[in-house]
Nanobody, 115 residues
Framework: QVGLAESGGGMVQSGASLRLSCASS????????MAWYRQAPGKQRELVAS???????NYPDSVKDRFTISRDNAKKLMYLQMNSLKPEDTAVYYC?????????WGQGTQVTVSS
C-alpha cells in the first residue's frame, strides 16, 4: 500500500500562484508514474498534469503554460506549481501514483480562487 499526502492548497485571489506538494510513502517512488487531478463541485474528476517515471510531462490545454508539474525522487515528492490562477481552477486537487497498473490516491487538498 502506498500513502499519498497532498498539501499547499488554500484560498487565493485570481492571478495568484500556489504550489501543491504530494508526499509519497512508496519505497520505489522513482518507478511510479505520477499525476495531479482535480474535481470541482458537480463535475467529474479531471487530469491536470502528469509526469512519468522518466520525467515526461503532459498537460491539458486548460492549464498548459500556467501549471508546471515536477518531482523530486530523492525526497519522494511531487509538486504542482500553479500560476495565473483563475476562479475556474477552484477544486479539490488530488495526487495519483501508479505502478504496474495499480493506482493510489491521496485525500486531496482544496484550492479556492476568488475573482
Amino acid at each position: 500500500q502506498v500513502g499519498l499526502a497532498e498539501s499547499g492548497g488554500g484560498m487565493v485571489q485570481s492571478g495568484a500562484s500556489l504550489r501543491l506538494s504530494c508526499a509519497s510513502s512508496a519505497r520505489l517512488f522513482r518507478l511510479h508514474d505520477m499525476a495531479w487531478y482535480r474535481q470541482a463541485p458537480g463535475k467529474q474528476r479531471e487530469l491536470v498534469a502528469s509526469i512519468t517515471k522518466d520525467g515526461y510531462t503532459n498537460y491539458p490545454d486548460s492549464v498548459k503554460d500556467r501549471f508546471t508539474i515536477s518531482r523530486d525522487n530523492a525526497k519522494k515528492l511531487m509538486y504542482l506549481q500553479m500560476n495565473s490562477l483563475k476562479p475556474e481552477d477552484t477544486a479539490v486537487y488530488y495526487c495519483r501514483s501508479s505502478l504496474s497498473g495499480v493506482d493510489y490516491w491521496g485525500q486531496g487538498t482544496q484550492v479556492t480562487v476568488s475573482s
